[in-house]
C-alpha cells in the first residue's frame, strides 16, 4: 500500500507556506547554520596560508599574530554559532511539526 504523496507543485506552495509563517525564525536558523558553516572552512585556509608564507621565509612575527588571532576569532564566531543552532532548530523544529502534520 503506498502512501498518498502530494504533486511537486502542491507540496512546495505547502512548504513555502508554512515557511513564510516561521519566517523569522527560519532566518535565523538559516543566518547561525551559514555561519557555522563558513567559519569552519575559513580557519583551515588561513592555517594553510600560514604554513605556506612561514615555510617559504616570507611571514614576520607581525603577519603570524595577525594569522593567529584571526583563526582565534574565526573560531570563536563558529563556536558561538553553533551552540545557538543546536538549541533554536529544536524548538523550531517542534513548532512546525504540528502545522505541517495539519496543513
Known sequence: MALPVAPGPVALRKTFRI???Y???F????????????STLVAPQL????????SAGRADAGYVDRIVLTIIAVT?????STASPRSTP????ESVSP???SA
Open 76 to 80: 570563536l564566531v563558529g563556536r558561538s
Open 23 to 25: 519566517r523569522g525564525r
Open 27 to 38: 532566518a535565523v536558523v538559516l543566518v547561525l547554520q551559514i555561519t557555522a558553516v563558513l
Open 99 to 101: 502545522t505541517c502534520a
Open 47 to 54: 592555517l594553510g596560508r600560514l604554513v605556506g608564507r612561514v
Open 19 to 21: 515557511m513564510a509563517s
Open 90 to 93: 529544536a524548538p523550531l523544529g
